[in-house]
């Protein structure tokens, strides 16, 4: 069974920069895997804000970014704000069937 | 405007069969490369993709799920109908569905469904 990993959690100052990674147990995760990203803030539905590696939806605030990154997808929030603090979650893209990665807890301190 | 609702039972007993639908407006599913699908998410756990349909029908599911789940649409409803079989209290979970154009963008409020006798 194909598991998708993130980090459990992470920590980040108020304008600071951090990155977020999605691993995949079947190899390194490339454009072919269509990354998408999510926010899920407590209580609410999650809000995309990435799709097929790169591209931000209209409503993606610019400090968000997406990549691919040492064999992982990437998620970078640059200049963070006190509201980026939320559960991320990757999707990667297998052939047909999508798998959720386990999320990342973003903590801002 | 872009919309997508679930509408469904919120209690189901073990066994049962769970009937899930996705009513949505602002856009056609017999479009070119648009697919409504479902994921899952139980209480304070991560979200789970269950399954998905296109616009020509083609049907994809969960490989661990695929033998209790039947996505269906009827494009002339706007709606999109999601079975899974034999419930179980670990299928407890808010249950969302999406469209997903290029990638996933648009998400229902989700519905909670709750499995017990």
């Known amino acids: 069974q194909t598991v998708v990993t993130q980090e459990p959690s992470l920590t980040v100052s108020p304008g600071g920069t951090v990155t977020l990674t999605c691993a995949s147990s079947?190899?390194?995760?490339?454009?072919?895997?269509?990354p998408n990203w999510f926010q899920q803030k407590p209580g609410q539905t999650p809000r995309a804000l990435i799709y097929?590696?790169?591209n931000l939806h209209s409503w993606t605030p610019a400090r968000f970014s997406g990549s691919l990154l040492g064999g992982k997808a990437a998620l970078t929030l640059s200049g963070v704000q006190p509201e980026d603090e939320a559960e991320y979650y990757c999707?990667?893209?297998?052939?047909?069937?999508?798998?959720f990665g386990g999320g990342t807890k973003l903590t801002v301190l | 405007q872009i919309t997508l609702k679930e509408s469904g039972p919120t209690l189901v007993k073990p066994t049962e069969t769970l009937t899930l639908t996705c009513t949505f407006s602002?856009?056609?599913?017999?479009?070119?490369?648009?697919?409504v699908g479902w994921i899952r998410q139980p209480p304070g756990k991560a979200l789970e993709w269950l399954a998905l349909?296109?616009?020509?029908?083609?049907?994809r599911y969960s490989p661990s799920l695929k033998s209790r789940l039947t996505i269906t649409k009827d494009t002339s409803r706007n709606q999109v109908v999601l079975t899974l079989t034999n419930m179980d209290p670990v299928d407890t979970a808010t249950y969302y569905c999406?469209?997903?154009?290029?990638?996933?963008?648009?998400w229902g409020q989700g519905t909670l469904v709750t499995v017990s006798s």
């Open positions: 999707l990667l893209y297998y052939g047909g069937v999508w798998v």
């Open positions: 349909i296109y616009w020509d029908d083609d049907k």
């Open positions: 097929s590696t790169t």
């Open positions: 079947t190899g390194a995760v490339t454009s072919g895997y269509y």
């Open positions: 602002g856009f056609s599913l017999s479009t070119s490369g648009v697919g």
């Open positions: 999406a469209r997903r154009v290029g990638g996933v963008d648009y």
